[in-house]
């Protein structure tokens, strides 16, 4: 799979790890700036292999990630190549989930009108592929101890499915 191009913001702020990926690709300063001349297609084939590489280090170090939407709320832990998923999914007809904060308080209210989901399936070398699609569309970072809420609050609940 191929990640998204990063942006010249980015791009410029990594523009040390650039230069490092260059040159172990045996391109230095000036064979790079033929190459951005002659053959632009070529120069953004390297760009594209270089943000590949980073989002693959960076999504390698992910160990969690959340999304909150008005009738979802999902957390991942990413083990290896194991994804475990623990949703939320909002069933009542006047309050929706605002943020973090909002389910949090939500489920501690007891009002039983959500549903509890939770899977684990074992992703083997798409893994990064995976929390690449996340990431897209809107999952955010999370932190081991959110995780670990939300995984004692599933463990406490004996009306949960699994998926």
């Known amino acids: 799979m191929r990640f998204r191009e990063l942006s010249n913001v980015e791009l410029e ?9 260059l040159v172990v690709q045996g391109i230095d300063d000036e064979l790079w700036r033929k190459i951005n001349k002659e053959s632009p297609q070529k120069a953004e084939e390297l760009v594209s292999l270089f943000s590949d590489t980073v989002l693959q280090k960076v999504y390698s170090k992910v160990g969690f990630l959340y999304f909150v939407s008005e009738q979802i709320f999902s957390i991942f832990k990413i083990e290896g190549e194991d994804m475990e998923a623990i949703v939320i999914k909002n069933k009542s007809k006047t309050e929706s989930f605002q943020n973090l904060k909002s389910v949090m308080t939500r489920i501690t209210e007891d009002k039983n009108d959500y549903e509890v989901l939770h899977a684990k399936r074992a992703l083997g070398d798409k893994i990064l592929d995976e929390i690449h699609t996340l ?3 809107g999952c955010l970072v999370a932190e081991e101890e959110l995780w670990q809420y939300f995984s004692q609050f599933c463990k406490n609940l004996t009306n949960k499915a699994s998926f």
């Open 13 to 21: 702020a990594l523009s040390e790890e650039l230069t490092q990926f």
């Open 135 to 137: 990431t897209e569309k």
